[in-house]
T-cell receptor, first 115, second 108 residues
Framework: ETGVTQTPRHLVMGMTNKKSLKCEQHLGHNAMYWYKQSAKKPLELMFVYNFKEQTENNSVPSRFSPECPNSSHLFLHLHTLQPEDSALYLC??????????????FGPGTRLTVL | DAKTTQPNSMESNEEEPVHLPCNHSTISGTDYIHWYRQLPSQGPEYVIHGLTSNVNNRMASLAIAEDRKSSTLILHRATLRDAAVYYCILVNDYKLSFGAGTTVTVRA
């Protein structure tokens, strides 16, 4: 596979469930990002990782827990979510972070519905 | 973050050019102007970026005003596949601050 892949593409979960979203990039990039896109709202940056180290947490509630085991993989662990967390979760990657104006490559997203 | 202003929507006919304006009157000297687009049911896709000079690539052209307070993305011949939300974003680090963008509709 090429580019940025995300699994699953669709996820329905209850508020007491625990689930994980997975992102994988095959581009040799060093920076990875999680974004959230809610209905009728602009994309919001959630987390940023650079060389596996988290460099930004954009005031995201602790029920969202990211993990970056290596530069190619990024996870978003979900637990005790609320219905208002239903959204499209997008992963992106770029070559580097510092002074970065490089383009970001986005995955297709995971459509999450919390019941 | 410096802000951009874009029209909510634009319509075009297939095979015709599309000019998408973006105002960014508070742009700083180190801000690059990036354009992304998001097709239905997909993640955003990079289109083009520039600093001061006009830029061309296989997807589009970017015309930047001399004072850099505005720019225009030009799709030279719109196709049905160009129907998307187009975002104009000012970037001087890794942070992309997406606005509402312009929804482009292409009529066959």
């Amino acid at each position: 596979e090429t580019g940025v892949t995300q699994t699953p593409r669709h996820l329905v979960m209850g508020m007491t469930n625990k689930k994980s979203l997975k992102c994988e990039q095959h581009l040799g990039h060093n920076a990875m990002y999680w974004y959230k896109q809610s209905a009728k709202k602009p994309l919001e940056l959630m987390f940023v990782y650079n060389f596996k180290e988290q460099t930004e947490n954009n005031s995201v509630p602790s029920r969202f827990s990211p993990e970056c085991p290596n530069s190619s993989h990024l996870f978003l662990h979900l637990h005790t979510l609320q219905p208002e967390d239903s959204a499209l979760y997008l992963c992106a990657s770029s070559r580097r972070l510092a002074g970065n104006i490089d383009e970001q490559f986005f995955g297709p997203g995971t459509r999450l519905t919390v019941l | 973050d410096a802000k951009t202003t874009q029209p909510n929507s634009m319509e075009s006919n297939e095979e015709e050019p599309v000019h998408l304006p973006c105002n960014h009157s508070t742009i700083s000297g180190t801000d690059y102007i990036h354009w992304y687009r998001q097709l239905p049911s997909q993640g955003p896709e990079y289109v083009i970026h520039g600093l001061t000079s006009n830029v061309n690539n296989r997807m589009a052209s970017l015309a930047i005003a001399e004072d850099r307070k505005s720019s225009t993305l030009i799709l030279h011949r719109a196709t049905l596949r160009d129907a998307a939300v187009y975002y104009c974003i000012l970037v001087n680090d890794y942070k992309l601050s997406f606005g509402a963008g312009t929804t482009v509709t292409v009529r066959a």
